[in-house]
């Protein structure tokens, strides 16, 4: 007799819990705020810089630290206003660099052991950018060109250029933007969304009318939390869909990828809730709600890397974005989507999200209120 008595409550709490899900998913697709800001809103950037990126003829080209710096050669590439000599970074990130078609090409000029030619430049170039290497390979021949006649001893030439092409993907601005675009909707669904509907429940008097049926708080919760979790689901798979259809997003393992992302965003937005029950804890009404959660969002969507690497901010200033959780998501769908990273692979970086929910979920525990 007990154990059918439990099979029914259970029965009935998960009926419930599903019932609580509905009910605030229709709610969340009826309500204007909620489609803006989950889904058109990062939309219209992802849009916007999808269709501005790609206008750019200056051509980027770093100097391997090997090279022959004071070579006529090298000087002679600093006066040409197309190229953009890359400075402050080392040969490892200009490798990497290179390979996603961020860097033009790497020349290298070095002092030729048989003395004929006085010099050989090794001009690296890549895949990823094969137009702008080739309008490269064709400046670095004029300029060999000018130093050979400047040389006209008629024996021996100045110099010779050697190209190599590297195996690269290009990193397209969507490649950069989407990700963080998708990050931060996952953020202000959790935080703005969680804390308006909590605040609302509490001054309309639903919770109390909760508490006058079986259902379990947790499972209000829950509830809450699943519906929250299908919508912006949802939202993601049309971001995705829409940068990868329309504006070139690198998938590189295409659905593997997609799921991948859609994995790393759920375990995001479960960290993200726990800012709002922290928000709607804190704050007193609804009017009090956008001051507080403002306070989480906006130093995330400046400082997290959603527009810009951190790398370009000032070094006093990164040790602030690479404590944001952000950050690591940003950082974790950037490596999913173009370098093929697999769940597994950014670990080290859901371990840090993790780690901040179990802060504010200890904190939520303590200013949550219910009435």
Not at 67 to 91: C, G, R, Y
Not at 98 to 117: E, F, M, Q
Not at 173 to 188: A, C, E, V, Y
Request: aromatic share 10%.
């Amino acid at each position: 007799m007990n154990s059918e008595t439990n099979k029914t409550n259970q029965y009935s709490q998960i009926r419930a819990m599903l019932a609580l899900t509905k009910a605030s998913l229709t709610a969340l697709f009826r309500n204007p705020s909620a489609v803006v800001f989950n889904i058109l809103f990062p939309l219209i950037f992802i849009i916007v810089f999808g269709f501005i990126s790609g206008g750019s003829f200056t051509i980027d080209l770093a100097i391997d630290s090997s090279s022959d710096k004071n070579n006529p050669v090298i000087e002679s590439l600093f006066q040409i206003k197309t190229i953009n000599i890359v400075k402050d970074k080392s040969d490892e990130e200009i490798k990497k660099e290179l390979s996603k078609g961020r860097i033009d090409g790497l020349i290298k000029v070095t002092k030729n052991p048989s003395g004929n030619p006085e010099f050989v430049a090794e001009l690296k170039t890549t895949s990823a950018s094969p137009e702008r290497g080739a309008i490269l390979k064709m400046l670095m021949a004029q300029v060999i060109d000018k130093q050979n006649l400047a040389k006209n001893s008629g024996s021996s030439s100045f110099a010779e250029l050697k190209e190599q092409i590297v195996e690269g993907r290009k990193f397209k601005t969507i490649d950069f933007i989407l990700p963080g675009q998708l990050g931060f909707s996952l953020l202000s669904a959790g935080v703005f969304g969680t804390a308006f509907i909590f605040i609302s429940l509490r001054q309309t008097l639903v919770i109390k009318r909760f508490f006058a049926t079986p259902v379990k708080k947790i499972n209000i919760i829950i509830g809450e939390c699943l519906s929250r979790l299908t919508f912006s689901m949802m939202s993601s798979i049309i971001i995705i869909a829409i940068g990868a259809l329309f504006f070139g997003f690198t998938l590189v393992n295409g659905f593997a990828t997609f799921v991948n992302m859609l994995i790393l965003s759920a375990i995001a937005l479960v960290v993200f809730l726990g800012f709002g029950f922290v928000v709607s804890g804190i704050a007193k009404n609804e009017s009090s709600v956008p001051a507080i959660a403002n306070l989480i969002t906006l130093p995330q969507f400046l400082l997290a890397g959603t527009f810009f690497p951190i790398s370009n901010f000032p070094e006093w200033l990164q040790p602030v974005s690479k404590a944001l959780p952000l950050t690591y998501l940003n950082q974790s769908l950037r490596e999913i989507s173009f370098e093929g990273a697999t769940i597994l692979d950014v670990l080290p970086d859901i371990a840090i999200l993790l780690a901040w929910g179990v802060i504010v979920y200890a904190i939520a525990v303590k200013v949550f209120k219910w009435e």
